[in-house]
């Protein structure tokens, strides 16, 4: 079946704008995860959905970073008044099932490519 | 200590040979382990998964963990230039049930 899917692959913006970025996880995974990857560096944890609800937001960067996921499907990332800093590879991810549960393999999307100029 | 602690390379192994890879983990209590490639600008892709000690194999990769000395790793048999990437490890947390990636392996396959 199909994988993850993120839109767009990339997105280049004016800082100071607003962007969204769209993850559609594989169809039936109850856990979807956000992740940022700057160039070089390793996966950075922005937040994780158990269905429709986000228990950890811990890892968004700042207020001005949200999520929502709708109908246990679809999500999406906002960035608000986006700076350079922001810049950066967006990954989305989804598992079966939640963490520790055996069903926990994450799959990743292509990502999203955000260059804030 | 790091939640989950690789060395991040390179890590430079011939053509031919094996390819070890390491990780450790903090958490006492974790269930589930996990092994990704990530290629240059693409997105990891899962190698392994690996739920009880012990070795699991899989083609020319196989995954031995240890949860009494908390480390799991990765072997990879006759290394192949196009296995050159970066060995993500990954490792749930059961307190929030969050996985925890680890920064990285460079591995390079010299021809």
């Known amino acids: 079946g199909a994988g993850v899917s993120q839109s767009p692959s990339n997105k280049v913006t004016e800082k100071g704008k607003d962007v969204e970025l769209r993850c559609d996880p594989i169809s039936g995974h109850t856990a979807l995860y956000w992740y940022r990857q700057s160039l070089g560096q390793g996966l950075e944890f922005l937040i994780y959905?158990?269905?429709?609800?986000?228990?950890?937001k811990s890892g968004l960067p700042s207020d001005r970073f949200s999520a929502e996921r709708t109908g246990g499907s679809v999500s999406t990332l906002t960035i608000q008044r986006t700076q350079q800093e922001d810049s950066a590879v967006y990954l989305c991810a989804s598992s079966l099932g939640a963490s520790g549960s055996g069903t926990d393999t994450q799959y990743f999307g292509p990502g999203t490519r955000l260059t804030v100029l | 200590q790091k939640e989950v602690e690789q060395n991040s390379g390179p890590l430079s192994v011939p053509e031919g040979a094996i390819a070890s890879l390491n990780c450790t983990y903090s958490?006492?209590?974790?269930?589930?382990f996990f092994w990704y490639r990530q290629y240059s600008g693409k997105s990891p892709e899962l190698i392994m998964s690996?739920?009880?000690?012990g070795d699991k194999e899989d083609g020319r990769f196989t995954a031995q963990l240890n949860k009494a000395s908390q480390y799991v790793s990765l072997l990879i048999r006759d290394s192949q230039p196009s296995d050159s990437a970066t060995y993500l490890c990954a490792v749930n947390r059961n307190r929030d049930d969050k996985i925890i990636f680890g920064k990285g392996t460079r591995l390079h396959i010299l021809p």
């Open positions: 958490d006492r209590v974790s269930q589930s």
């Open positions: 959905f158990q269905g429709n609800s986000a228990p950890d």
């Open positions: 690996i739920y009880s000690n």
